[in-house]
Nanobody, 122 residues
């Protein structure tokens, strides 16, 4: 059973930084895409940052150059470094994972964390 546990959200002023973490367990077989999504499953929102099974990152235009996604393979932790935060970045951010075959086919991610709140004040 895949389990994803996020941490690191909080409240900051515009221009500040936060680092989100997602501790993953249960992904023992195959390769997975992972990503960070505002709101949650079933909302139809694209990820702000995703990383494929080969470790290649992708970013939404709205965050490119400000956010950095990375993964510590040894510890199975996914990170999202959020810099130059703007009030419009405020949202609940969910960590999600799915087998590479699913993300290659464009299916919604299969496993989701509980979400962590990010609030950016002006």
């Amino acid at each position: 059973q895949v389990e994803l546990v996020e941490s690191g959200g909080g409240s900051v002023q515009a221009g500040g930084s936060l680092r989100l973490s997602c501790a993953a367990s249960g992904m023992t077989h195959g390769s997975y895409c992972m990503g960070w999504f505002p709101q949650g499953p079933g909302k139809g929102r694209e990820g702000v940052a995703t990383i494929d099974g080969d470790g290649r990152p992708s970013y939404a235009d709205s965050v490119r150059g400000r956010f950095t996604i990375s993964k510590d393979k040894a510890k199975n932790i996914l990170y999202l470094q959020m810099d130059s935060l703007k009030p419009e970045d405020s949202d609940t951010y969910y960590c999600a994972a799915t087998p590479v075959e699913w993300c290659a086919a464009g299916f919604e991610y299969g496993w989701w964390g509980q979400g962590t709140q990010v609030t950016v004040s002006s």
